[in-house]
């Protein structure tokens, strides 16, 4: 069965430390894959995706993810982490209609 | 700037009145999905049109409805609003169905009173 398990439900970090959000993926391929953000009472932004290529993809607000195809995990990462990253991440993967995980909220500590 | 309009915002209505909600984009794009999310979930794929090919969600209830007179409009249509409808409805649209990323409104909060 085609599924998104995102295993961190809620994750607090200090403002200027770094962050790693997890993503694993059960898929019959492979998929496209991608990470989105929502902030409180909004709809949800695209931070970056993978279709194919560089395993290692560059997003928008310093966001970065790796496609590691044997672990099946597509994980975002951000070297320093600004209180305005506060928000909801939602893993995403699928070739058309999407498979959300549970998602992440990340709380910011000043 | 191109971009998906969901309207209105926010939407009160009475237990078993209908309430339709409505999106727009002026992105081009083929596909338009309609998505439901309750409060700390995953948004849930309601149906979606490619073009005007209609596709519903196996387990989408008959009370919800869509239509999509043209390539830039598309409306979600809920007959008679249960108290569990009351949800955030995300609109998105992507440029074909066979992949890529989706682009994603505002969302339209409704409350069922």
């Known amino acids: 069965a085609q599924s998104v398990t995102q295993p961190d439900i809620h994750i607090t970090v200090s403002e200027g430390a770094s962050l790693e959000l997890r993503c694993n993926y059960s898929?019959?391929?492979?998929?496209?894959l991608f990470w989105y953000v929502q902030s409180p009472g909004q709809g949800l932004q695209l931070l970056l995706k993978?279709?194919?290529?560089?395993?290692l993809v560059q997003g928008i607000k310093g966001f970065e993810a790796e496609f590691k195809r044997s672990q099946s995990s597509f994980n975002l990462r951000k070297p320093s982490v600004h209180w305005s990253d506060a928000a909801e991440y939602f893993c995403?993967?699928?070739?058309?209609?999407?498979?959300f995980g549970q998602g992440t909220t990340l709380q910011v500590k000043p | 700037d191109a971009m998906v309009i969901q309207n209105p915002r926010y939407q009160v209505t009475q237990f078993g009145k209908p309430v339709t909600l409505s999106c727009s984009q002026t992105?081009?794009?083929?596909?338009m999905y309609w998505y439901q999310q309750k409060s700390s979930q995953a948004p849930k794929l309601l149906f979606h049109?490619?073009?005007?090919?209609?596709?519903n969600e196996a387990d989408t209830p008959d009370n919800f409805q869509s239509r999509r007179p043209n390539t830039s409009f598309c409306f979600l249509d809920i007959r008679s609003p249960g108290l569990g409808d009351a949800a955030m409805y995300l609109c998105?649209?992507?440029?074909?169905?066979?992949?890529?990323?989706?682009?994603f409104g505002p969302g339209t909060r409704l409350t069922v009173t």
């Open positions: 998105a649209t992507s440029r074909s169905a066979g992949g890529g990323e989706q682009y």
């Open positions: 898929y019959g391929a492979t998929p496209y």
């Open positions: 993978y279709f194919s290529g560089d395993t």
């Open positions: 995403a993967v699928g070739t058309g209609k999407l498979i």
């Open positions: 992105l081009n794009h083929n596909v």
């Open positions: 049109y490619y073009d005007k090919d209609f596709n």
